[in-house]
């Protein structure tokens, strides 16, 4: 099992190298600059704020002296604000993004089970039938457009909750955005646990359940949801993966102070360390998680077992 | 508070402190996080609205966008204006309680100039002597032309004279900073705690994208009257949310507002609306180093006079904005921009002229003008940009392609010049003085997108800038902005407003065209919070 992790952890070096590197790039490619302006600087200044950030070095230049920097551990200062480096201010908005993520992700497991089981004992009935065409709308219906849907129903018409905006992580602020992110997941993790569930039900161990003379509702709880569960716990992985490139809308349309956001401000601002210490930090976070999700697998599962 | 909105309170067992803000509590919407709150780093309206109350130059601009003293009490000239000396408050004091002394600008001016320093606005203050040669790492910033006569007492010196200096200092980029403080804390000396500041308030709490407060700073030497205790900045870069909480009664003064709801407000809350003439001109810009532009004028004249410019400030737009036929906007200091002759015609006699130009150009309707118009991706952009090209389609018969782009890439092809026709272009004044204006289309002013050199009109200005007459620096500039007017190297369109919504229990709120409102001249009004105004 140490084995195991460690090899895993040993592949993700190549992988976050080969990220960084694409990221790296990329960036640098995209049109105009960090310090392009409507009131553009005038040349001398625009030099003197280059040579500051050592945007004036080749640009293999530039990228060597950024790996030494990442395995320090230090994703350089922020272009657009100054005051701050990329490490600090990811680390004001990851426990932000982090709640609300979480909560997100809390929500769509405990609805997204409770709909899949109920829609699969009720199979081809009518509540299976409402069930699943919600989740197909769920699933295909994106988090910019519910979004505004939500705002325009919960906060406009109704005045139940605000429209946007954050405070100390006041609960009225969560409601919405911690919707709108579980939303699709919930969706996702309700038709998993249904067609799971359904196989599961089929299989011959929960038949001489049955024949043992046990309650339908025991039979489900204690012998049919643990197996059904396992592709659910394996899609957490990509789950989690799919709430932090979800909150990146979201966080941006309901003005939250996460991480998500920097990332699109850094985007348009060309605030290259920024967006690249999100895309890392991210990209770290994602095969943190898929880690954690394989060796929760084998936990569930005795059939797996790593060596 | 709505009582559905307490029911759901409630139910969520919420404590919510947003609702229950202190009385003498202003919030403020600001658009977007500030990028610094170092007044020499810091570059966008958002950071000098933080920094307007943070600290205080040597002078200020008061409640109606006026100069008035600062930490300066009084000043005098010499040397035609070349030189300024400032006195000094006895009592202005930091927030740690220490004075604010003449050293404390002679550093501060210093490092806002020195290349180390990479300050945005620098070039502003280059006009004190020597500071061209230190803003490039000719000289060091010793050498620049301040010095601290006595403790309470400045020099300035300038390599000519300029008339709105008074206004420069004003600026944030002028402001002092704390030595102490910056080589104690280096650039951590921003942060809540380290931050000393001399202005009528300091920073409390400093929540990257949430909010920022600032309190009331006791050592301020007007504190007495001061009448807000703390202040809260937003960061709101969506208008309709911040409209929103302004609605919800959350927000006292907002950023702007949504412009498709313009009518309705102005309908349901004519009392909290304030719209007003704003330093800032939008209007598009010919390239005219490059083809079909180049040596054209009676073509960029003819594209000019088609344009209704009425329709375009009240139907394309109708938020308050003027229509402009000139740079520099109504309002500034001393100065009224000239008018073109065209302004007055009828609208019918402009077509003929400019359809007789076009001709003149080579162009008909067999051999239509084919032109690019640029601009940055944005609702209201492409809505003028469909005005205009249709003005000229209809007029003139000239085919226009719109091209829209992300506004840092739009930027870059505007600045190189490489690939423009037409582009949109807009300015905002950094400082109340036509010059903040014309210096745009000098030949050397590398903030020139238009490729305009013309040694007459550069003349002009240098002519200007050596004038210490005022009147005649005035129509010096003027004559320069009818000499390029004509010339037509840009099209000017309409001339922006500030608009905002204001709490009725707001006071002390005057509109002015810099669109300056510090938090020290305003005050807030016995209200309970329930009157606030629901629509």
């Known amino acids: ?307 | 508070m709505p009582p559905r909105r307490i029911v759901l309170s409630a139910l969520l067992l919420l404590a919510s402190p947003l609702f229950a803000a202190g009385d003498n509590h202003l919030v403020r919407g600001n658009f977007l996080e500030p990028e610094s709150l170092d007044p020499h780093a810091s570059r966008g309206v958002e950071a000098s609205n933080i920094l307007r109350d943070l600290y205080e130059g040597l002078t200020r601009t008061g409640p109606g966008g006026e100069i008035l003293p600062g930490v300066a009490r009084e000043w005098r000239q010499g040397e035609e204006g070349r030189e300024w000396t400032f006195v000094l408050r006895d009592d202005a004091a930091w927030s740690d309680g220490s004075r604010v002394t003449a050293n404390d600008f002679v550093f501060a001016l210093r490092r806002a100039l020195s290349p180390a320093t990479a300050s945005p606005f620098a070039d502003n203050l280059a006009v004190i002597a020597n500071g061209a040669d230190v803003l490039a790492g000719n000289k060091p910033p010793e050498a620049l032309g301040v010095e601290a006569i006595a403790a309470n007492e400045l020099r300035i010196r300038l390599e000519q004279p300029v008339p709105y200096l008074l206004s420069l200092l004003a600026h944030h980029s002028a402001y002092p900073v704390k030595e102490a403080a910056l080589e104690q804390h280096g650039s951590q000396f921003t942060r809540p705690g380290n931050h000393i500041t001399n202005g009528a308030y300091r920073l409390r709490t400093w929540a990257v994208n949430e909010r920022i407060i600032l309190e009331r700073n006791p050592h301020y030497w007007d504190a007495e009257n001061v009448a807000i205790d703390t202040v809260e900045y937003l960061p709101i870069d969506d208008e309709e949310a911040e409209f929103n909480r302004f609605r919800a009664g959350e927000i006292d003064i907002t950023q702007t507002i949504p412009l498709r709801r313009y009518e309705s407000i102005r309908k349901e809350m004519p009392d909290a609306l304030r719209v007003t003439p704003y330093l800032s001109t939008y209007f598009y810009g010919f390239n005219l180093a490059r083809e079909p532009f180049r040596d054209a004028p009676k073509l960029r004249r003819a594209l000019s006079l088609v344009i209704d410019r009425e329709i375009l400030a009240e139907k394309v737009l109708g938020a308050g904005e003027q229509p402009a036929y000139a740079l520099n906007p109504p309002g500034i200091n001393d100065y009224s921009a000239p008018r073109p002759d065209y302004a007055d015609w009828t609208m019918a006699k402009r077509i003929a002229e400019a359809q007789r130009l076009y001709r003149e150009s080579g162009y008909s309707d067999d051999r239509p003008l084919e032109i690019e118009l640029r601009f940055n991706t944005g609702d209201n952009h492409r809505r003028v940009a469909l005005a205009v090209s249709s003005m000229w389609r209809k007029h003139l018969g000239v085919q226009t392609r719109l091209a829209h782009e992300e506004w840092k890439v739009f930027l870059q092809n505007r600045r190189q010049g490489e690939v423009t026709q037409v582009f949109r272009a807009a300015w905002v004044g950094d400082f109340n003085d036509p010059i903040t204006f014309l210096q745009l289309l000098e030949g050397s002013y590398p903030l020139n997108d238009y490729s305009y050199d013309d040694d007459v009109y550069d003349a002009l200005l240098a002519e200007a800038a050596t004038t210490s007459n005022a009147q005649r620096r005035a129509s010096l500039l003027k004559k320069a902005e009818a000499r390029m007017l004509e010339a037509q190297p840009l099209l000017p369109l309409y001339y922006y407003v500030s608009k905002h919504l204001v709490q009725p229990r707001v006071g002390g709120w005057q509109d002015n065209i810099m669109d300056h409102h510090a938090t020290r001249d305003l005050f807030l009004r016995d209200l309970p919070m329930e009157t606030r105004s629901r629509p």
């Open chain 1, 1 to 307: 099992m140490k084995r195991y992790i460690l090899m895993r952890i040993a592949t993700a070096i190549p992988t976050l190298w080969l990220l960084i590197t694409v990221a790296f790039f990329l960036v640098r490619f995209a049109p105009g600059g960090p310090f392009d302006f409507d009131r553009a600087l005038p040349p001398e200044i625009e030099a003197n704020l280059l040579a500051r950030y050592n945007l004036d070095a080749p640009l293999w230049q530039q990228y060597v002296t950024y790996l030494g920097d990442i395995l320090q551990g230090d994703l350089g200062p922020s272009f657009q604000y100054r005051d701050y480096t990329v490490n600090e201010l990811i680390a004001a908005g990851l426990p932000v993004s982090m709640l609300l993520g979480g909560l997100a992700m809390l929500l769509a497991i405990v609805v997204g089970i409770l709909a899949g089981s109920f829609a699969a004992l009720h199979r081809h009935r009518w509540p299976d039938h409402t069930v699943m065409a919600l989740a197909m709308t769920g699933i295909s219906v994106p988090n910019f457009v519910v979004a505004p849907l939500l705002i325009l129903a919960f906060a406009i018409h109704l005045d139940w909750v605000p429209a946007g905006g954050w405070h100390d992580a006041s609960p009225v602020y969560l409601v919405m955005p911690v919707i709108t992110l579980a939303l699709p997941l919930i969706a996702y993790i309700a038709r998993l646990t249904r067609s799971s569930l359904l196989e599961v039900l089929h299989s011959d161990f929960i038949r001489t359940a049955r024949a043992k003379g046990l309650s339908a509702a025991t039979v489900v709880r204690r012998h049919a949801l643990k197996p059904a569960l396992l592709p659910v716990v394996s899609y957490l992985g990509p789950a989690a993966a799919g709430v932090m490139t979800g909150s990146v809308v979201i966080e941006q349309i309901f003005g939250i102070p996460g991480v998500g956001r920097f990332f699109v401000q850094g985007a348009l601002n060309r605030d290259y360390t920024l967006v690249l210490g999100v895309v890392i930090f991210y990209g770290a976070l994602v095969i943190a998680f898929n880690l954690l999700v394989d060796l929760l697998y084998a936990m569930l599962d005795p059939r797996v077992r790593y060596r």
